[in-house]
């Protein structure tokens, strides 16, 4: 498989990857825990998809953990607030996880068009060596 095929598949995994975190991260942005809490009463921890070089220095997600993943917010009528009235919530910006997600679709259909691109150069090469 030729260099420009490799990397245009790998930028679209890529870019795959980001929306799948993108996602995960908006589908859970509303969900709350009790501070300090870990299982299923601690509150969803948000991930960052982050673009790394991998082999033959094409690009690779790595999915980790968001620093901080969560923040408190007063709500003392929730029943998993803590006793001083906190719950945690996710650190997810709606508006941050959208323009992320819009920048992963673009990188995608950029990677579709160098493979359109490679394929008609491919097709012009047949029709010249025939």
Known sequence: MSS??????AGMRAATT???VGASNIANSQT?????????ASA??????VQVSGPMNQPEVKVQDRQPFSS???QPNNPLASDEGFVETPNVDIAT?????????????ANIKSLMA?????????????
């Open 32 to 40: 709350v825990g009790t501070p300090g809490a870990t299982g299923s």
């Open 18 to 20: 980001k929306v799948a």
């Open 4 to 9: 420009i095929v490799g990397s245009a598949l």
């Open 44 to 49: 969803y921890h948000a991930l960052d998809a």
């Open 72 to 74: 408190l917010t007063y």
């Open 118 to 130: 490679w394929d008609e150069m491919q097709a012009t090469l047949l029709d010249i060596k025939s």
């Open 97 to 109: 996880e959208l323009v992320n997600n819009k920048i992963a679709q673009r990188s995608y259909e």
